[in-house]
């Protein structure tokens, strides 16, 4: 794919958004019809609950993206001032369209919920600013974007870990309820 056109750049930058939206509301529905837990959040928590597993599916994409920098012998790695490919310029370009997903996400629920978390979305500000910058300055090397991707290697586990203790409040409540129950 001819990368250093910006038609094809805009395409994939828009795809991974589209995409990372499916993800987002596919979760939504799979955790609707399947766990009881779901149900029961309020509807900050769903949401939550829905950009956790969609963040979980980015981070695991990038951890394979800095993973191969750091380990296959290619020109990202070789040259890292200058050093560009294929695989690195589709992974530049969805994680900005992950990062557009993202602010939109963060300021379209605080909108929404009232909320506003200003650490979150200077956050999510740099690393949508840090990703644009290397679409936009296409002639410097992927090898700082793809390891700063590494970064992103934790969020899989803390995302399950914040699903999970969601499920096992719920199952607490209800033994709760149900011993509350029986005893009378």
């Given at each position: 794919m001819d990368y250093s056109s910006w038609d094809i750049r805009l395409k994939v930058i828009c795809l991974s958004f589209i995409f990372y939206t499916f993800i987002f509301i596919l979760c939504h529905i799979l955790s609707k019809l399947l766990?009881?837990?779901?149900?029961?959040?309020?509807?900050?928590?769903?949401?939550?609950?829905?950009?956790?597993?969609?963040?979980?599916?980015?981070?695991?994409?990038?951890?394979?993206?800095g993973l191969r920098a750091l380990?296959?012998?290619?020109?990202?790695?070789s040259d890292k001032i200058l050093g560009q490919e294929d695989w690195s310029w589709f992974n530049v370009l969805s994680a900005t369209g992950f990062f557009l997903f993202e602010n939109v996400a963060l300021h379209g629920s605080s909108a929404v919920f009232r909320s506003f978390d200003p650490s979150l979305a200077v956050?999510?500000?740099?690393?949508?600013?840090?990703?644009?910058?290397?679409?936009?300055?296409?002639?410097?090397?992927?090898?700082?974007?793809?390891?700063?991707?590494?970064?992103?290697?934790?969020?899989?586990?803390?995302?399950?870990?914040?699903?999970l203790l969601k499920v096992r409040r719920n199952s607490q409540e209800k033994m709760f309820f149900l011993e509350n129950l029986i005893s009378l």
């Open positions: 766990f009881c837990t779901y149900r029961s959040l309020s509807a900050k928590e769903k949401v939550f609950w829905d950009l956790a597993a969609t963040r979980a599916v980015f981070g695991i994409q990038s951890m394979v993206a380990m296959e012998d290619s020109a990202v790695f956050h999510h500000f740099f690393a949508l600013s840090g990703f644009v910058g290397a679409v936009v300055w296409d002639r410097l090397g992927h090898f700082l974007p793809m390891v700063t991707l590494l970064m992103e290697m934790s969020t899989p586990f803390t995302c399950i870990s914040w699903m």
